[in-house]
């Protein structure tokens, strides 16, 4: 019977600085010669990586209350729109917002703006009330005048992700950057081997209350993300093969750093941004050794025409292939460039795993479990009576 480990069998060796703690790709690369149990004997703790764009994340700020107070019923940051409908002075700003008369500045730009330190102009209107008289106000603020500076992304870390294509005779400009006519470019996302949610698939560690490096500090999962789908397909060793599952994090962004939260504008297409998160896997028995194990070759992921309506799917390539430099599609070689920086996965996987090996950080049983077996509905056009 292979070895299994308690969470709190490896916190204890990780205080007393006796825990093993590896890569994703070192475990990959010593999986070569060893077995599942062998691994689970040696190896206590596996750190995972990425660094992408990731649309779907945002802030929640409190910015405090002037004299006299203002119900904030219309607010905008260097000009970039807020969501106002959180009380008085909170606001949620969303990565993408953009402003109207500047749309390649966005709401991430407003968050690495505020992360660095540098002035934000606040401006906000209120009808005004007895208990919030104020009607209108500008003013500037940065990191140190706002209350809660809160990081929320309530879908980040994609299971794996679509290689775009495009074969038709025009470019088209899309989050997955710009691509080529005819076949002449290949962009991919995620970073294989790395990547936190393909090392482990069906979520035996991650769930709700997971401990994560988040934007160069710790985080937190707090909720399956939006567009968890677990019944796409997988291949062989059970790994989805095109966009699966997600999580939504939280952490306090004054803790963090404009290095791993960084806003992004893709031409003709808009504002992303950035994030920076790396999660440690325990390696708590032979099966979660095995899932650890993958490495660049059995990770495959589908090529999507992303110039055709409904991206049709052309082929299926191993991460191994798209880290090469080409893959061929339709018997065509194309060359493959990453929208996500492997560089940048690399260094939060090491920063990690320093953090374990001092005992600064610890893994964390989730709270709750995600659930099974989900899928997503779609948005169907139905006729909208205009009475």
């Known amino acids: ?30 999986a070569k010669e060893m077995s599942p149990e062998e691994i689970v004997e040696k190896v206590d703790v596996v750190t995972t990586a990425t660094f992408g764009a990731m649309c779907s994340s945002g802030a929640i ?28 002075v909170d606001s949620y700003i969303g990565a993408t ?11 991430a730009h407003v968050i690495q703006d505020l992360l660095e330190g540098k002035d934000v102009v606040l401006e906000a209107w209120g009808k005004g009330t007895d208990c919030y008289p104020r009607k209108h106000i500008k003013t ?14 309530p879908r980040n870390a994609y299971q794996n992700y679509n290689v775009a294509v495009n074969t038709t005779s025009t ?27 393909l090392n482990d698939p069906e979520f035996k560690t991650i769930g709700l209350g997971t401990r994560i490096f988040l934007g160069g ?10 567009q968890f789908h677990t019944t796409k397909p997988k291949n062989e060793l059970g790994i989805p093969v095109t966009n699966a599952a997600t999580i939504a994090v939280m952490g306090n962004l004054k803790e963090m750093s404009a290095d791993y939260i960084q806003a992004a504008s893709y031409e003709k297409y808009g504002v992303s941004m950035f994030v920076g998160i790396g999660i440690p896997i325990p390696v708590l028995n032979a099966d979660i050794a ?5 490495n660049n070759s059995q990770i495959e992921t589908s ?8 991206t049709p799917k052309l082929g299926q390539v191993t991460y191994e292939e798209l880290q090469s430099g080409t893959i061929k599609v339709k018997g065509k070689k194309i060359r493959t460039a990453p929208v996500a920086s492997l560089k940048k996965a690399r260094k939060i996987a090491d920063e990690l795993k320093e953090w374990l090996k001092n005992g600064n950080f610890e893994v964390t049983k989730p709270v709750q479990m995600f659930p099974s077996n989900t899928s997503l509905n779609g948005l169907k056009e139905t006729e909208v009576d205009n009475d």
């Open 1 to 30: 019977m292979s070895k299994t480990k308690s969470y709190e069998e490896i916190n204890q060796k990780l205080k007393a600085g006796k825990a093993v703690v590896l890569t994703a790709e070192e475990v990959a690369e010593m």
């Open 61 to 88: 700020i409190n910015f405090g209350h002037a004299d006299p107070p203002i119900r904030m019923e219309k607010i905008r940051l260097n000009g970039v729109p807020c969501y106002e409908g959180l009380a008085a």
């Open 97 to 107: 917002a953009c402003d109207p008369d500047n749309p390649e500045y966005g709401g």
């Open 140 to 153: 500037k603020i940065n990191i140190n005048t706002i209350n809660e500076f809160t990081l929320f992304n």
């Open 171 to 197: 470019i088209k400009y899309t989050y997955m950057g710009s691509l080529l006519p005819n076949l002449r470019n290949a962009t991919y996302s995620t970073s294989g081997e790395l990547s936190p949610l």
């Open 217 to 226: 500090t710790q985080g937190f999962v707090v909720w399956p993300g939006t």
């Open 290 to 294: 095995k899932r650890v194990s993958i």
């Open 303 to 310: 090529v999507l025409d992303y110039g055709t309506v409904g």
